[in-house]
Each structure stands twice: as C-alpha cells, then as structure tokens.
Nanobody
Framework: QVRLADGGGGSIQAGGSLKLSCDYG????????MGWFRKGPKNEREAVAG???????KYAEFVKGRFTISRNDVQGTLYLQMLNLEPEDTAMYYC????????????????????WGQGIQVTVSS
C-alpha cells in the first residue's frame, strides 16, 4: 500500500512563495512517476507538474516558469516550489504517484496516477 502525505500549504499574499511537500516513503517498485494536481474554486482538477523516475519534468502552461517540481527517492519526498504566486493559484493541491512506469507525455494525465495525497490548501490573496 502506497500512502502519500501532503504538507506545506497555507495563506499568502500575491507575489509570495510556498514550498509544498509530499512524503511517500518507500515505494516497492521502480520507474513510477509523481505529480502535483490542483482543484480550484470550480472544483475542476488540473495538472500542475509531473516528474519521472529519471528526473525528467513536465509543467502545465500556466506555471510559466514559476514552479519547480523535484523528488528525493532516498527520503521519499516530493516537492513543489512555487514562486510569484497569483490569486489564480488558490486551490487544493494534491500529490500523486503512478503504480506503473509512465512516459513523459503521461506526466500530466491524472488518469495515470493511482495513489493520491489528502490535499493541501493554498490560498493566495491579492
């Protein structure tokens, strides 16, 4: 059983920074991808960023170079560093992991992810 534990959210003013983390411990298989997704006020899930087992990354267009996804498989932690936050970034953020090897073009596909964290609220005020 893979369990993901999100952390690091909060309330911040526009232009500020936050770093989200997700503890996934030791996953008993290799080649899995990890990603961050979010649900905003419209409650529609959208992809934010994904990272492969080899460290390759893919970002949603709205990120515009403001966010950085990273992973540390030794510690079992996934990160999302968010800079220059905008009110439109207000959402519940979720980390996720696949149960199989995934390709770069699947990084932002929520259907590829089997395991999900409980979610972290990020609120950005103008």
């Amino acid at each position: 059983q893979v369990r993901l534990a999100d952390g690091g959210g909060g309330s911040i003013q526009a232009g500020g920074s936050l770093k989200l983390s997700c503890d996934y411990g030791r996953i008993p298989y290799s080649g899995y991808c990890m990603g961050w997704f979010r649900k905003g006020p419209k409650n529609e899930r959208e992809a934010v960023a994904g990272i492969g087992a080899d460290g390759s990354k893919k970002y949603a267009e709205f990120v515009k170079g403001r966010f950085t996804i990273s992973r540390n498989d030794v510690q079992g932690t996934l990160y999302l560093q968010m800079l220059n936050l905008e009110p439109e970034d207000t959402a519940m953020y979720y980390c996720a992991a696949t149960s199989v090897i995934c390709a770069w073009n699947q990084f932002l596909s929520s259907g590829e992810y089997k395991y999900w964290g409980q979610g972290i609220q990020v609120t950005v005020s103008s």
